[in-house]
């Protein structure tokens, strides 16, 4: 093998070892875009539509905020709604390290929708707050669309979509996983046991057994004195 072979295989060795460690480290969270198949009962009657559908998590204090997103809208008004009338809400599966539902709601339209004009739903945040370590799951669920006064549409996933994020969830203390802290340090010589108390608990303590010292200190002196008498 010549020269420049050789480097140029040892270049594309160190291109795939370096990917490798790049790949093995876990990360925080991933992410993808999955079409979500919507069955929607409206007003109007059954309507149906695939829509895009991003998950993402932002660390927050203890918690995450969990982002929902849509690339096209799932329904549409036969009449025209006024600016401000429609707000979407939409229940997203937990799976892996957490199970139930969250929550997460969007804001109101900020322009009307004209007639007959796929709804855009925008952006709906929740809070997640974890209970343990691990992997959690999100998955698309049911989405509702409130519009003057009513639900307009309640749009259900029928394909069964794959989650659309994977958190790796870490640093919840007495979780699954995690790693808590150590119990107190023992006594003299980290022999274990109670720390020592300080206080008028061992005020008391103390005096009891001041006492019983003298107690007995006197009750010996009295034998004594007796024996020394029956003499």
Not at 77 to 86: I, T
Not at 138 to 160: I, R
Request: charged residues 15%.
């Amino acid at each position: 093998m010549s020269k420049r072979r050789r480097t140029g295989a040892a270049l594309a060795a160190t291109a795939v070892v370096t990917g490798t460690t790049v790949l093995a480290g876990a990360p925080a969270a991933r992410a993808a875009v999955i079409d979500v198949d919507y069955a929607c009962e409206t007003k109007i009657g059954p309507k149906s539509a695939v829509s895009p559908v991003d998950i993402k998590a932002v660390k927050s204090g203890s918690g995450y905020t969990i982002t929902m997103s849509f690339e096209k809208g799932v329904s549409d008004s036969p009449v025209e709604l006024p600016k401000g009338v429609m707000t979407p809400r939409a229940d997203l599966l937990l799976g892996g390290a957490a199970s139930g539902t969250l929550k997460v709601k969007g804001t109101p339209n900020t322009a009307a929708i004209p007639p007959d004009t796929p709804i855009k739903i925008g952006t709906l945040t929740g809070t997640f707050t974890p209970k343990q370590n691990g992997e959690v799951t999100f998955t698309a669920g049911t989405l509702t669309v409130h519009a003057l006064g009513m639900d307009a549409a309640v749009c259900t996933p029928k394909n069964t979509p794959r989650p659309s994020l994977a958190l790796q969830v870490t640093g919840v203390i007495g979780g699954t996983g995690s790693d808590t802290p150590p119990p107190a340090a023992g006594g003299t010589g980290g022999t274990g046991g109670e720390l020592p108390r300080t206080g008028p608990l061992d005020s008391a303590v103390a005096l009891g057994t001041l006492g019983g010292t003298v107690l007995l200190t006197g009750a010996a002196g009295v034998l004594w004195l007796t024996r020394r008498t029956a003499r």
